[in-house]
């Protein structure tokens, strides 16, 4: 139902019904709106408006062997410091124009120290957390609290918290930093203030245990002059050690058959914030998933987009149309609305129990917080 119009104005393709023939005084109407900067709807409204969500992301696959090697070799040729800030190197959805952006609304990137940098203090709106899939030996220094970082550690950190890193180590350390920026950058109101050039000797002491985590850190206890005061959440590390026992108790308690809630070969916990049990950080939720040795997910799709990282073992994940295996350090987006099925399929290279490991975080806070939140899970079991 085009027009086609000899007049320079182009009328999109509408699915509007009853267009009037093309006439010039046609035309001179869509002239008119052009010259006003005015735009009619029934041009518009199948993109604006469309039935179900349409993510202009695309399902990718980035693979961690890769993103590591490139990653060393900037160690070796771009030094870090105040102005850019960070050896991060974001994963550019293949659909979204060459922009740092995982999907629309993350940032995903790999951040690599050479032994000894120092990464300078600042703060921003954005929230971010860092996932550390292999490596030890960098503190990152969370308004001047020291917590070390060690393969399976979540660390998040809120919005407006001064934060350097450090690597303390005799070997290069690589880790993912996950933060809003792209949701940020869409709203407009975002901050930035740069730190101290340089962290203090004490900041360079390595405690086992961080401030935040003898504070927060001991489960089900909260310190009682310190409650209701922080904006997301006050521990700043979620240790492995926790996280991989949740894990295996679910699983094992599936297996007996004693909670008939626990999904079949799929253990699932998410990390909150020890003083109301929300999400960690305000427009970011992360999760940690294990699938079993030879287990599979059903198709489930959701608004909003993710990012995974495989932790361990191996899989082949499917998001939409493509499908790809994964292995350890691998990461994949999930974009709006795209189902996404994971099976476990152990390889000879493999820790013993086969299972697949997968670290996840999402924007989902921002859709429950809007009523936007939606959720398809397709039963084909
Ligand atoms: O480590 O402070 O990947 O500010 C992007 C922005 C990491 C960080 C990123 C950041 C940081
Ligand atoms: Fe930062």
């Given amino acids: 139902m085009t027009a086609e119009l000899t007049s320079p104005v182009r009328l999109r393709a509408t699915d509007a019904p009853d267009q009037p023939a093309p006439?010039?005084?046609?035309?001179?109407?869509?002239?008119?709106?052009?010259?006003?900067?005015l735009v009619p709807l029934w041009t518009e409204?199948?993109?604006?408006?469309?039935?179900?969500?349409?993510?202009?992301?695309?399902?990718?696959?980035?693979?961690w062997r890769t993103l590591l090697?490139?990653?060393d070799r900037a160690g070796h040729l771009v030094p870090v410091g105040r102005g850019g800030e960070r050896r991060a190197i974001a994963l550019a959805n293949p659909s979204l124009g060459g922009k740092p952006y995982a999907s629309p609304t993350l940032w995903a990137a790999i951040q690599y120290l050479m032994p000894g940098e120092d990464a300078p203090e600042h703060?921003?709106?954005?929230?971010?957390?860092?996932?550390?899939?292999?490596?030890?030996?960098?503190?990152?220094v969370v308004g001047r609290?020291?917590?070390?970082?060690?393969?399976?550690?979540?660390?998040?950190?809120?919005?407006?918290?001064?934060?350097?890193?450090?690597?303390?180590?005799?070997?290069?350390?690589?880790?993912?930093?996950?933060?809003?920026?792209?949701?940020?950058?869409?709203?407009e109101a975002q901050f930035f203030e740069f730190g101290r050039d340089a962290i203090s000797d004490e900041e360079r002491v390595t405690p086992e245990r961080s401030r935040s985590e003898r504070l927060w850190g001991n489960p089900g206890l909260a310190p009682v002059s310190r409650l209701g005061r922080t904006p997301g959440t006050p521990l700043l590390r979620y240790r492995w050690e926790h996280t991989d026992r949740a894990l295996q108790d679910q699983l094992e308690l599936e297996a007996q058959g004693v909670d008939a809630t626990l999904?079949?070969?799929?253990?699932?916990?998410?990390?909150?914030?020890?003083t109301n049990g929300a999400d960690v950080l305000p427009t970011i939720r992360a999760?940690?998933?294990?699938?079993?040795?030879?287990?599979?997910?059903?198709?489930?799709?959701?608004?909003?987009?993710?990012?995974?990282?495989?932790?361990?073992?191996?899989?082949?994940v499917?998001?939409?149309?493509l499908s790809w295996t994964v292995t350890r350090g691998d990461l994949f987006v999930v974009p709006s609305w795209q189902p996404l099925s994971v099976t476990s399929e152990a390889s000879a290279s493999d820790s013993d129990s086969g299972a697949l490991d997968l670290f996840r975080f999402s924007d989902a806070p921002i859709f429950e917080a809007l009523n936007l939140s939606r959720t398809e899970t397709e039963e084909t079991h």
């Fill in 263 to 274: 999904e079949r070969g799929h253990a699932a916990v998410r990390f909150t914030n020890p």
């Fill in 123 to 140: 703060r921003h709106t954005q929230n971010a957390f860092r996932f550390v899939v292999e490596g030890e030996g960098v503190w990152t």
């Fill in 318 to 321: 499917t998001v939409g149309d």
């Fill in 145 to 187: 609290d020291p917590v070390p970082m060690r393969r399976g550690d979540f660390l998040p950190q809120a919005g407006w918290n001064w934060h350097a890193h450090h690597n303390a180590a005799s070997r290069p350390m690589a880790w993912i930093d996950g933060l809003d920026i792209p949701f940020q950058y869409g709203t």
């Fill in 69 to 71: 090697t490139l990653a």
């Fill in 23 to 37: 006439t010039e005084e046609l035309a001179d109407l869509y002239r008119g709106f052009e010259k006003e900067l």
């Fill in 45 to 63: 409204i199948g993109d604006l408006m469309p039935p179900h969500p349409r993510s202009k992301a695309m399902p990718h696959r980035w693979e």
């Fill in 287 to 316: 999760e940690f998933h294990r699938i079993a040795r030879g287990a599979d997910t059903a198709p489930r799709r959701e608004t909003g987009s993710s990012v995974y990282q495989v932790f361990d073992g191996s899989g082949r």
